[in-house]
């Protein structure tokens, strides 16, 4: 049901493993899966990109989706319980994956969106006058 693109993938995906013939990348390259590895950035900004980017989106039904929509659901900050207070840290735990997905996903919109045009708009002009 759907046409997949680009897919997106963690900065890890690049990385060899003992045992492994290829990273997972070039194993999706050897597939002829078009993938690109998006760079680590800052974990609050990409909590940041998703939360904005979650404003925009539409989410196919709770059936092909549910599972992503429970994990964003249950993504949460780490809570220090001597300090009282959440850390800086989101928790690591069964949500982590699928809402740091989400993330990378907001960030490689954020790096391949369609760049505003810098030229400017050609002048036609019609009657001379100050509209023109």
């Avoid at 925009?56 to 659901?73: R, Y």
């Amino acid at each position: 049901k759907y046409t997949y693109g680009t897919h997106y993938l963690p900065h890890d995906a690049g990385h060899e493993r003992l045992g492994m013939n290829s990273s997972i990348s070039g194993q999706l390259s050897g597939l002829g899966i078009a993938n690109q590895i998006i760079k680590v950035g800052s974990v609050a900004a990409r909590i940041e990109l998703g939360r904005n980017l979650l404003k925009e989106c539409w989410i196919d039904d709770s059936a092909n989706c549910k599972d992503g929509v429970h994990a964003l659901t249950n993504y949460q900050y780490e809570f220090d319980d001597n300090k009282g207070r959440f850390k800086d840290k989101p928790l690591h735990d069964w949500a982590s994956d699928g809402a740091d997905a989400f993330g990378y996903l907001a960030q490689a919109l954020l790096l391949h969106a369609p760049k505003a045009s810098a030229s400017r708009p050609s002048r036609v002009s019609n009657s001379g006058g100050w509209m023109g």
